[in-house]
């Protein structure tokens, strides 16, 4: 990966962006992909870029991948300064105890921990109980409630204290890549575009969503406002190469093979085809899955916005989803970029993704 694109990762991943709380990671989007497309906001924090295409009319293609991430939100501080938070998004109580965190107050970042009583401590009967979130603390170093409340305020959101850090080869670890690996492939993808310099056979719109992980509202709202006839939704999608992933329910799928394309309701056919074919035309590894429901993606709102769209899912292999190392492949997320790239430029008009 070119070390400009990996920056931006870094900066992408790094920015604190849980649920309603996304404009840190949504402002180095912003700034990453202006100068090769035209990029607003909406009231939602949506960022949404354009690329026009060769003339008016053309088929209108959105991208979207999510920047919001899992996280905690303060609800209560009790009278000796611990935080009391709520978990935004699906956050597993059995591996917050003894996480470092920060709290994101308006006067910047608070390092804290969340609270774990020694194991000397626990009856031996209590020591396989998971502790539920709500009975969870974070310890801010506050010696009371007024010390506390000087620092932070109910309702700031509290992020995992950890950054991106490079494992072996070209694997990568980090909280976030549920979806800020989605947000960064729809940049790159709109970067490699305006590079490549020539005009599209589509209107192209790229957007960076909001609130996917507390019910897929930013792409509910921006889904109706570019108003798509052909969608791709960038995702990331459950890697069953570790040893404690079932592959029969979820697929064959490993870090490194190549982005996952899937089948199922939530997939146009005539559009999966297309990718399909595509990867085969550019020798581009992909992996297949099945899915045979709507998936829990913006792909599932977007392709029943308005009178439907065409849609498809380009995902990327992820090992420990929803913790704070998320393990990918950076080839994964390059071929995810190709990919869709080269697809773009063998869309044809609407009606071609009409199912005969």
């Not at 992909?33 to 924090?45: E, I, K, Q, R, S």
């Not at 990867?279 to 429901?293: F, K, M, S």
Request: charged share 25%; proline share 6%.
């Amino acid at each position: 990966m070119r070390e400009e694109s990996f920056q931006f990762l870094k900066s992408l991943i790094e920015a604190p962006s849980p649920s309603g709380f996304e404009q840190p990671a949504q402002r180095v989007f912003r700034d990453y992909v202006a100068p090769f497309a035209g990029v607003t906001g909406d009231v939602m924090g949506n960022s949404i870029a354009r690329i026009p295409g060769a003339a008016e009319g053309l088929t209108r293609v959105m991208l979207v991948g999510h920047s919001d991430e899992i996280g905690l939100l303060v609800k209560f501080i009790d009278d000796n300064g611990f935080l009391f938070f709520g978990a935004i998004g699906g956050v597993d109580s059995q591996i917050t105890q003894g996480m470092r965190v920060l709290v994101h107050t308006r006067n910047g970042p608070i390092p804290g921990v969340i609270g774990k009583k020694p194991i000397h401590l626990i009856e031996p009967k209590d020591r396989d109980t998971v502790v539920k979130l709500e009975a969870q603390y974070i310890d801010i170093g506050a010696v009371n409630r007024k010390e506390a409340e000087e620092l932070v305020r109910i309702g700031d959101p509290v992020t995992f204290a950890v950054g991106l850090e490079r494992l072996y080869g070209d694997r990568v670890a980090a909280r976030g890549f549920d979806d800020k690996a989605g947000s960064f492939v729809v940049a790159e993808v709109l970067r490699a575009v305006a590079e490549a310099g020539a005009a599209l056979p589509v209107d192209l719109y790229g957007v960076s969503s909001v609130q996917e992980e507390v019910g897929l509202r930013g792409g509910t709202t921006s889904s109706y406002a570019v108003n798509p006839d052909v969608g791709i939704c960038v995702e990331v999608d459950f890697a069953t190469d570790q040893p404690d992933v079932e592959k029969k329910q979820n697929g064959d799928v490993g870090l490194g093979k190549g982005p996952i394309v899937p089948r199922g309701a939530n997939i146009n056919p005539a559009l999966f085809d297309l990718i399909v074919d595509t990867a085969e035309r550019e020798n581009i590894p992909v992996q297949l899955t099945g899915i045979p429901r709507a998936t829990g993606t913006d792909a599932n709102v977007m392709q029943i916005s308005r009178e439907g769209v065409a849609t498809a899912l380009v995902k990327i292999p992820l090992r420990y989803m929803h913790t704070p190392v998320e393990v990918l492949s950076l080839s994964d997320l390059e071929n995810a970029v190709r990919l869709i790239t080269a697809t773009l430029g063998r869309i044809g008009h609407k009606e071609t993704f009409i199912p005969r």
